[in-house]
């Protein structure tokens, strides 16, 4: 068993775990409930990818369908997201189409099939659901996830602990997402 990719899987379910508290304590408007289930429904794939290449299950376990699935799920929360933290339908639509590209492309082998690729994929999707805090003045939540969010992708990609450790720095990244949910009153 490989201990790193038994701690991601382990290290993926803390943010989870933070939104149920919230979910529990707290009072919730849609917007809240369809950023916190989409979240949720993520997680128990990315769990079982990692769990999966712990036990050496894919040969490969970058070019393999799980992996493909756990990036799809990542886009599906962007579309999701993008609704959940703007109240827009013409806005989701727009982030719908453009993540349903990048999904597509995950599953299309082509030289577009590189890491720089998806994970560009993902940095310019995550910047587009958060473009509605901007646009609401929300600017503590919207710095405070960004902040997040380059803490961890600069965990993700420079330390070979660095993936776990990414998923702990969405902690913070999941509490600033709630909050701002918490704020919607009338969509964009």
Same mark, same amino acid.
């Given at each position: 068993?490989? *201990?790193?990719? =038994? $701690?991601? @899987?382990?290290?993926?379910?803390?943010?989870? %775990?933070?939104?149920?508290?919230?979910?529990?304590?707290?009072?919730?408007?849609?917007?809240?409930?369809?950023?916190?289930?989409?979240?949720?429904?993520?997680?128990?794939?990315?769990?079982?990818?990692?769990?999966?290449?712990?036990?050496?299950?894919?040969?490969?376990?970058?070019?393999?369908?799980?992996?493909?699935?756990?990036?799809?799920?990542?886009? *599906?929360?962007? =579309? $999701?997201? @993008?609704?959940?933290?703007?109240?827009?339908? %013409?806005?989701?639509?727009?982030?719908?189409?453009?993540?349903?590209?990048?999904?597509?492309?995950?599953?299309?082998?082509?030289?577009?099939?590189?890491?720089?690729?998806?994970?560009?994929?993902?940095?310019?999707?995550?910047?587009?659901?958060?473009?509605?805090?901007?646009?609401?003045?929300?600017?503590?939540?919207?710095?405070?996830?960004?902040?997040?969010?380059?803490?961890?992708?600069?965990?993700?990609?420079?330390?070979?602990?660095?993936?776990?450790?990414?998923?702990?720095?969405?902690?913070?990244?999941?509490?600033?997402?709630?909050?701002?949910?918490?704020?919607?009153?009338?969509?964009?």
């Amino acid at each position: 068993m490989d *201990v790193l990719e =038994i $701690t991601n @899987s382990l290290s993926i379910a803390a943010p989870s %775990l933070i939104l149920v508290y919230y979910w529990m304590t707290t009072e919730k408007t849609i917007f809240t409930e369809i950023y916190i289930v989409s979240t949720w429904i993520h997680m128990p794939i990315s769990f079982t990818y990692h769990m999966c290449c712990s036990l050496h299950y894919f040969k490969d376990p970058i070019n393999c369908w799980m992996r493909k699935l756990d990036q799809s799920f990542i886009h *599906v929360c962007c =579309i $999701t997201y @993008s609704y959940a933290f703007s109240g827009s339908i %013409l806005y989701f639509s727009g982030i719908f189409i453009l993540n349903s590209w990048y999904i597509l492309k995950l599953w299309i082998p082509g030289d577009h099939d590189i890491p720089f690729e998806r994970r560009k994929n993902i940095f310019l999707a995550v910047h587009l659901y958060l473009l509605p805090l901007l646009y609401r003045k929300d600017y503590g939540n919207y710095f405070g996830a960004i902040l997040s969010f380059v803490t961890a992708s600069f965990f993700f990609v420079f330390q070979r602990w660095g993936h776990p450790i990414s998923h702990l720095c969405y902690c913070p990244f999941v509490y600033f997402l709630y909050k701002t949910t918490t704020k919607i009153e009338t969509p964009f």
